[in-house]
């Protein structure tokens, strides 16, 4: 099926008590992995692009094109959204030029009425494009490929005024960070979440940095209203580990092991294994249709 925006699925994920797993894609392999494990549990998917990997890659339009040809060639059933990762305004602009279903607009770094003029300037092109549109208020903490957030967790008289917009989705800070959580982490605050869905009411809340977060974390946040969940990093990890598995035992000495098509075959196996997972750590095995 031709690529969708995500607030059907986000909807449907917010009535029936799950969360959508949207996972950032890097290259081919990472993309593939994905499809194949949302096609298989039947799960509809967003597949995240950072304004980084759309530079790896070569840029929006070659993304757009590989990720709906692959749609296409693979017959993909489910519903799988393309969606800009901590878009810039310009970026946002370009992605949805390009053929990207959905954007996210971090403007969090911005000072708050920025933040609100820009973010509406979007949702206004995106929406007349048909596309769905993510904002954010309080910085995700950590770094994720030159974006950098404090982790501040968002005023919930903030997130009502974005929310009042028109957005479709919102990112707010709680606590949660990008890449891996240290030792000292003091968990997400339920509290600031549960003040923001009292504000917010129906509005879709997104989780980002859903690298490590415990299960039961991840299920008490849903219940109190997040529809969409980040993750990178974890994939990240299991691609590196079982690349790193492969190597040390001397798999890429034997016979063509050094061709990349068998030298990446078992990090991409291992995508599939964390993306299993997480779907079904979220609830949205078998919520494709």
Known sequence: MPLVN??????????????????????????????QTAEELKAPVMLGVSEGANKYMTGFEVVAAMVKAMVESMNI??????????????????????GYTSVMFD????????????????????????????????????EEDGVTGRGEVADPQECKKIADLGIDFLAAGIGNIHGKYPANWQGLDFDALA??????????LVLHGGTGIPEEMIK???S?????????????????????????AGKDLEKKGFD???????????????????????????KAF
Request: a neutral charge.
């Open 195 to 204: 003040a923001i869905k009292a504000e917010c009411g129906n509005m879709p």
């Open 260 to 286: 990349p098509r068998k030298l990446l075959a078992p990090g991409t196996e291992a995508i599939k294994e964390i993306v299993k997972i997480k779907m079904e750590m979220f609830g949205c095995v078998g």
């Open 6 to 35: 995500a607030k059907e699925m986000i909807e449907k994920a917010r009535e029936g008590h799950y969360a959508v797993g949207a996972f950032n894609i890097n290259n081919l392999e990472w993309t593939k992995a994905i499809l």
């Open 77 to 98: 059933t489910v519903p799988v959204a393309l969606h800009l990762d901590h878009g810039s305004f310009e970026g946002a602009k370009r992605a949805l030029k390009a």
């Open 224 to 248: 109190l209203g997040v529809c969409k969940i980040n993750v990178n990093t974890e994939c990240q990890l299991y691609f590196a580990e079982a690349t790193r598995k492969y190597i040390e």
């Open 107 to 142: 403007g969090s770094h911005y000072p708050f009425e920025e933040n609100v003029a820009k973010t509406k300037e979007i949702v206004s092109l995106a929406h007349f494009m048909g596309c769905t549109v993510e904002a954010e208020v309080g910085s995700i903490g950590g």
């Open 220 to 222: 008490k946040a849903i």
